[in-house]
C-alpha cells in the first residue's frame, strides 16, 4: 500500500483580505478565512445552500502570496489538515482545525 497522507484540496473565495505577520526571526505567516459553497437537496427536496468557513495557515514565502490577496478573490490551497488547541484568558480549552497551505493557485478567470 501507498503511504497514506493528510491532504485537502478547497476551491473557494477569501472572506476577507488575508494578514501576514512576519517574527522576529524573519519568518513570514500568513492567516486567512476561505468559504466554500455546499448544495445538497434536504429529505422535503427542497434545494440547500450552506456556506462553510476554513481557516487557511501559510508560511514562509506562501504566506507573501496569500497575502497579497484580498476578500473576493476565487483560490484552490492545498494542505493538511491541523488541529490545536489552546487556553483563552477565562481558562476555557479551545480547539481550532485550520488548513496549512502547502500550494495555491489563484483563479483569475473566473466564470
Aim: hydrophobic share 35%; charged share 25%; glycine share 10%.
Amino acid at each position: 500500500m501507498s503511504k497514506l497522507t493528510n491532504q485537502a484540496q478547497l476551491i473557494g473565495r477569501l472572506g476577507k483580505d488575508a494578514e501576514v505577520f512576519t517574527f522576529d526571526d524573519g519568518t513570514n505567516k500568513c492567516r486567512a478565512v476561505l468559504s466554500t459553497n455546499e448544495e445538497y437537496v434536504g429529505l422535503d427536496g427542497a434545494t440547500i445552500r450552506r456556506t462553510v468557513w476554513h481557516d487557511i495557515v501559510a508560511w514562509g514565502d506562501l504566506a507573501l502570496v496569500l497575502g497579497g490577496l484580498k476578500k473576493g478573490q476565487k483560490l484552490i490551497v492545498q494542505g493538511r489538515i491541523s488541529y490545536r488547541s489552546y487556553e483563552d484568558g477565562e481558562g476555557h480549552c479551545r480547539y481550532i482545525t485550520e488548513i496549512v497551505a502547502s500550494e495555491l493557485l489563484i483563479i483569475t478567470n473566473d466564470e
